[in-house]
């Protein structure tokens, strides 16, 4: 009969196993467990879906069990069912890409509105006080995700979604009623973002609950939203804006926020979240320790850092062309040429980018899904830096096409890598940190923008500046394979370490033996 150890390790961690175990007493049940680098555990029996790749061995630990308990099975994840109730999920997620960043992404037309509304012919950093209203916005909505993600472990999506919604709604409602620029910093830029920010997360992290092998593919479609939306929002919002004005246009928006608030209760969850686990041992709900509340543990995967740093480090340039692309057109060729046809381009290239890298995603092994970011990094800085070299409108086409396709590859795998480096447990605290660190550049970037336009006259030199940063950028995120490569040698390096030192205590347990026994032979023929 084969070790107990062997009998419940998981898929390639039987053969280190040092002896088999004495039999256990009857009145208890000897569980092997092993510990992953990120502190949670691996439950006998499952397929360990969230383990991270890459991830190094841990030694097992002995958890003693009374029989007939639940033991881990009660903290084990389900299967995620790949269809079903899911498909419905999926279109409210998709319908919360479209709203949240269809909005966003349209800032141009906005953002041209807010000059001709607000400004002044004196003004001379009328577009540095602008931009920051769409800035802080997009800023924002990454800021808040590390709270939103403590928020959504311990409420649940649906609740998180419903309420972030209702607070979007409510602050776009109000910026529909300002008189200058200042309040819109406040209620578009802080209420409105925040209220986007509660209602995108958990449609990120509500997909895993149903997804597994399919779930590049249902990113990509959910992701591909915001395309639609961005396809056909700016041109709905120039056609509002010159029939009932920019305050009308932003009450019709109400609309999007409020069907967003109705999504919010498809979300229903599969993995119970923190306050029904602690309800459902205790009877009354208590508050996880800070450590559960605040998972800083993702940090300790050395993929992660370097994910978490080569990202931010991209996105200082990444949002500048959706601010000021309209404003640049204005510019060079005038009020001749429709600038809405360019984020069309970038909305329909950006859409079937993240059908066609979602499921591409799928068919990658393991984080070398990275590779693609990378990739779409370097385009993305590429086409900004040939914003500026295209004197012809034709040429701006072409470069916002590749700059969309670019763009929805690199959005529609960002769950499935976080998946992928800390494990399914520590996902969605893995994306809130991860988009909280790029809040920063996507609101510093715009702003600088508009201030170089200001005192040169010009886009030219800013749009050459924001290509730099994606490609540092990618750059950094290419050590992340090589990293797991390192790791995974270490580990297959352990088990021939140990079993060399078996051989070695053999050997020399064999060589007393025989010396005892020659010692033993001569002191009998001595007699």
């Not at 039999?23 to 969230?50: H, K, L, Q, T, Y």
């Not at 709203?99 to 003004?123: H, P, R, T, W, Y």
């Not at 890298?357 to 800085?381: E, H, N």
Request: glycine share 10%; charged share 15%.
């Amino acid at each position: 009969m084969a070790p107990v150890s062997e009998q419940l390790a998981p898929q390639g961690a039987g053969d280190s196993a040092d002896a088999p175990l004495p039999d256990p007493p009857a009145a208890a049940v000897v569980v092997v467990e092993p510990r992953r680098e990120n502190g949670s555990d691996w439950c006998p029996g499952s397929d360990d879906p969230a383990a991270p790749s890459g991830a190094s061995e841990a030694q097992p630990r002995a958890v003693t069990e009374a029989p007939g308990s639940a033991g881990c099975a009660e903290s084990a994840a389900p299967e995620p069912p790949e269809g079903g109730w899911g498909w419905v999920v999926m279109l409210a997620a998709m319908w919360c890409n479209g709203a949240v960043f269809g909005i966003q992404n349209s800032c141009g037309v906005l953002f041209v509105s807010m000059l001709e509304l607000f400004g002044g012919s004196k003004d001379k950093q009328l577009a540095f006080k602008t931009a920051w209203v769409s800035s802080l916005s997009m800023g924002m909505i990454f800021f808040c995700s590390p709270i939103v993600s403590i928020f959504t472990d311990l409420f649940g999506c649906r609740k998180v979604a419903v309420v972030g919604a209702a607070v979007g709604f409510t602050g776009l409602l109000a910026s529909s009623f300002v008189s200058t620029i200042e309040p819109l910093y406040f209620t578009y830029g802080v209420l409105f973002a925040c209220g986007c920010s509660f209602a995108y997360q958990p449609s990120l992290v509500i997909l895993g609950h149903y997804f597994k092998k399919r779930l590049g593919l249902v990113n990509g479609i959910v992701t591909a939203g915001s395309s639609l939306f961005t396809v056909s929002l700016p041109f709905l919002l120039r056609v509002l804006i010159d029939s009932v004005g920019l305050f009308n246009t932003l009450r019709v928006l109400c609309i999007l926020m409020f069907v967003l608030f109705l999504a919010g209760f498809t979300y229903k969850p599969l993995v119970p979240s923190a306050k029904a686990k602690e309800g459902g041992k205790k009877g009354k709900f208590r508050f996880p320790s800070e450590k559960k509340i605040c998972n800083f543990s993702v940090f300790k995967v050395l993929s992660y850092r370097i994910w978490a740093v080569g990202i931010p480090a991209a996105l200082f340039g990444y949002f500048v062309p959706y601010v000021h692309l309209m404003k640049h057109v204005k510019d060079r060729f005038g009020d001749g040429v429709p600038e809405e046809v360019l984020l069309l381009c970038v909305g329909i290239t950006s859409g079937v980018g993240r059908l066609i890298f979602g499921r591409v995603a799928d068919y990658i092994p393991g984080a070398k899904k990275v590779y693609l970011q990378v990739a779409s990094f370097f385009f993305i800085g590429l086409m900004s830096m040939m914003i500026p070299l295209c004197h012809v409108f034709g040429g701006l086409i072409a470069v916002c096409l590749f700059m969309g396709l670019f763009d929805g590859c690199f959005i529609c795998i960002m769950a499935p890598i976080a998946f992928e480096l800390v494990g399914a447990e520590d996902v969605s605290q893995a994306i809130g940190f991860l988009l909280g660190l790029m809040s920063i550049p996507m609101t510093v970037g715009p702003p600088i923008a508009g201030l170089l336009h200001d005192r040169l006259g010009s886009y030219d030199v800013a749009f050459y500046l924001a290509g730099v940063p994606p490609i540092i950028g990618g750059a950094i995120l290419c050590f992340i394979p090589w990293v797991l490569e390192r790791q995974k040698l270490k580990e297959r390096a352990k088990p021939v370490d140990r079993e060399t030192t078996e051989k070695m205590l053999d050997n020399e347990s064999t060589l007393v033996s025989d010396t005892t026994a020659k010692s033993v032979k001569e002191m009998e023929s001595g007699f």
